[in-house]
Every structure is written in structure tokens, then in C-alpha cells.
């Protein structure tokens, strides 16, 4: 048995969108990169809003207009440790920057996703986000994916993969959502306990099934 568990199939209409989520570490990238081995294009949140804020953008514009030059590095990137400082504790400062921050992020994944589904009208896409329950976007997505291990499994892989401290490692599991939230808000959770073959082979069943759903619409 693989680690998949279903705990509601949406049955209004075909999958296209897959929302991918979990905690720091629980395995988010591994995963995507089963699907990507399955075909599904997969769409990295994370790098949309770095290259939504690359040099030359309106939304780096904004970022300084709104933050001060201080938020810049000399070569003109975003200083992120500095705008960091400047939102850290500052709800209305926060806001602000997802004000400028969400609406560009909004509309990149929205084409890429148009895009991907242009190319592949039967494909499945994945959407690999970290913070979906945390940004509230559970509701762009047609399901919602969490890879889920304990929290002292993901402080254990956390400080075998990025060599850190038990207090950074407590630091940044308690600057997320708990895990334990996450998945029981979840429509799919893929249990990340066993081995990376045991990951794959989840991905795998899930994905089948997903197209079996799909064809009983027709694509
Ligand atoms: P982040 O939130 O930091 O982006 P992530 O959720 O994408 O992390 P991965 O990078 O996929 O997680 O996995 C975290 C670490 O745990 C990596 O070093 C990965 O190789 C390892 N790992 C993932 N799955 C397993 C597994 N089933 N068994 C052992 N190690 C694993």
C-alpha cells in the first residue's frame, strides 16, 4: 500500500488544476517531480513571485516607490533580507506588499496555466505551492494535494537537507500553518513517511485516477 488518501473527489467537472502543498520539507518537491515524470506541467509559485519582482518589472517599481530605495540592492535587485526588516511585524506593511505582490503572481500562474492547458487540452496541471492554505488560494485549484509527514519528521529532514539549528528548525515550522491543519483541510494527502519510491508510486495511482475521472467528462 502506497501512501495515498483519498478523503474527497470533487465530482463537479474534470481535474485540470492540482493545488500541491504541505509543510517546510514535507517532500512538496519531490512530488512535483513524480508528476513532471508522469507529464503533468508543473507550475512553481515560488518562482513566479521571484521573477514577478525581477529587476525591471512594475511590481519592483511599485515595491520601491512604496518601500524606499533602502529595499534595493546596488544592482538594482530586490534586497529581500532589507524588505524583510521593513514588513517583519508590520500587518498594514504586509498588506501593502501583497497588495502589489498577489495581482501580478495572480496573473502569470493564470497564464501559464491557459498556456499549458492551450498545448495540452487533456493535460493535468500541477500547481506547486507552499503557502496555498496560508494565501488563501484553495479555492483556484480543482483539487487540493497536501504531502504530509509529522512535524518531527519534517525537523529531521529539514536539518539533514539545510544543515540547520533545532531553533531555526522549531522557527520555521512555527511560522507556517501546522501540517496537521493542512491536511485535514485537504481533499488528497499523500503520506511521505515511507521512502521517495513509495512518494512516486502515490503519484502515480493518483494520477491515473485523475485521468480515469477526467475521461468520464470527456477529456
Ligand atoms: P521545502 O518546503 O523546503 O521546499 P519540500 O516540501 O519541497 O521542501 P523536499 O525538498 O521534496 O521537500 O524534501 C525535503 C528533504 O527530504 C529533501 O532533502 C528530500 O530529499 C528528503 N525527502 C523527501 N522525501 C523523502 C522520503 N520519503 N524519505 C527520505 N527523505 C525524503
Known amino acids: 500500500m502506497n501512501g495515498l488518501r483519498v478523503r474527497r473527489w470533487p465530482t463537479r467537472g474534470p481535474i485540470r488544476l492540482v493545488g500541491l502543498t504541505g509543510g517546510i520539507a514535507s517532500g512538496k518537491s519531490t512530488a512535483a517531480r513524480a508528476f513532471r515524470l508522469l507529464g503533468c506541467p508543473v507550475i512553481d509559485a515560488d518562482r513566479v513571485a521571484r521573477d514577478a519582482v525581477a529587476p525591471g518589472t512594475a ?8 518601500f524606499g530605495p533602502g529595499v534595493l540592492r546596488p544592482d538594482g535587485a530586490l534586497d529581500r533580507e532589507a524588505l524583510g526588516q521593513k514588513v517583519f511585524g508590520d500587518p498594514g506593511a504586509l498588506a501593502r506588499l501583497n497588495r502589489i505582490v498577489h495581482p501580478e503572481v495572480g496573473r502569470e500562474v493564470r497564464r501559464l496555466v491557459a498556456g499549458a492547458l492551450a498545448r ?100
Request: proline share 6%.
Open 120 to 219: 495540452d487540452p487533456d493535460a493535468v496541471v500541477v500547481y506547486d505551492v507552499p503557502l496555498l492554505y496560508e494565501t488563501g488560494q484553495e479555492g483556484a485549484v480543482d483539487l487540493v494535494v497536501v504531502v504530509y509527514v509529522p512535524p518531527e519528521v519534517q525537523a529531521e529532514r529539514l536539518s539533514a537537507r539545510d544543515g540547520r539549528t533545532p531553533e531555526q528548525v522549531a522557527a520555521r515550522l512555527a511560522a507556517q500553518l501546522p501540517i496537521q491543519e493542512k491536511a485535514g483541510r485537504a481533499d488528497v494527502v499523500l503520506d511521505n513517511r515511507s521512502t521517495p519510491a513509495d512518494l512516486a508510486a502515490a503519484v502515480t495511482d493518483l494520477v491515473r485516477r485523475i485521468r480515469e475521472h477526467n475521461r468520464a467528462f470527456g477529456g
Open 59 to 66: 511590481a519592483l517599481r511599485s515595491i520601491r516607490d512604496a
